[in-house]
């Protein structure tokens, strides 16, 4: 199984501050046949279902504001929020899609400083 | 616009099963694969398993072979989970979601809490 990594654990930001979460995959998950890397990004906020955010690590989903932006390739990936909002306060997962299991990482707490 | 409700709340003795359903609709079902997500109270996401609702093919997490079995009923476009062997491990919330064109998970059901209590 592949094994998706994030840091940290949890995270302080100030409001209007970037704030930067990370994922690192135990093993490449680039996709010859999409020509992506196939991970995910979400955001669950307490009592609700996971929200989709980035798509393909660096692909924004409609919708999403674009504070919010995926990069990375190979192995690492990253999440970056560039000026912190309130509503932004959130369990953050990455994902990988690329081989069954479809692995999460453990999340990463975000709250305001 | 895609909707997916699932079934209620349950409440199991160890060893039990349960099943939990997920009924989609505002698109063609076949369409879009369904995954099931389950996150114990307090915990991360773990992905279970996912089913083709077109050839109703299923994949499961391998760590517990045998512990979940999909199935799916295109003539309600409702895709079904059950659950063996219930242990206090299993307490979590049970969400369903599908698919986008991109393969990310971008529609969710809401949730079933499933409580393994004796």
């Known amino acids: 199984d592949i094994v998706m990594t994030q840091s940290p654990d949890s995270l302080a930001v100030s409001l209007g501050e970037r704030a930067t979460i990370n994922c690192k995959s135990s093993?490449?998950?680039?996709?010859?046949?999409?020509?992506?890397?196939?991970v995910v990004w979400y955001q669950q906020k307490p009592g609700q279902p996971p929200k989709l955010l980035i798509y393909?690590?660096?692909t924004r989903e409609s919708g999403v504001p674009d504070r919010f932006s995926g990069s990375g390739s190979g192995t690492d990936f990253t999440l970056t929020i560039s000026s912190l909002q309130a509503e932004d306060v959130a369990v953050y997962y990455c994902?990988?899609?690329?081989?069954?299991?479809?692995?999460f990482g453990q999340g990463t707490k975000l709250e305001i400083k | 616009q895609v909707q997916l409700v699932q079934s209620g709340a349950e409440v199991r003795k160890p060893g039990a099963s349960m099943k939990v359903s997920c009924k989609a609709s505002?698109?063609?079902?076949?369409?879009?694969?369904i995954h099931w997500v389950r996150q114990a109270p307090g915990q991360g996401l773990e992905w279970m398993a996912m089913?083709?609702?077109?050839?109703?093919?299923?994949t499961y997490a391998q760590k517990l072979p045998g512990k979940f079995t999909l199935s799916r009923d295109t003539s309600t476009s409702t895709v079904y989970l059950e659950v063996s062997r219930l242990n206090s491990e299993d307490t979590a919330v049970y969400f369903c979601?599908?698919?986008?064109?991109?393969?990310?998970?971008?529609?969710w059901g809401q949730g079933t809490l499933v409580t393994v209590s004796s």
């Open positions: 089913i083709n609702p077109r050839t109703g093919t299923t």
């Open positions: 393909w690590a660096s």
């Open positions: 505002g698109y063609i079902f076949i369409d879009y694969f």
């Open positions: 093993q490449r998950v680039f996709s010859s046949s999409l020509n992506n890397d196939c």
């Open positions: 994902q990988q899609y690329y081989s069954s299991p479809h692995t």
């Open positions: 979601a599908r698919e986008t064109d991109t393969t990310a998970l971008g529609y």
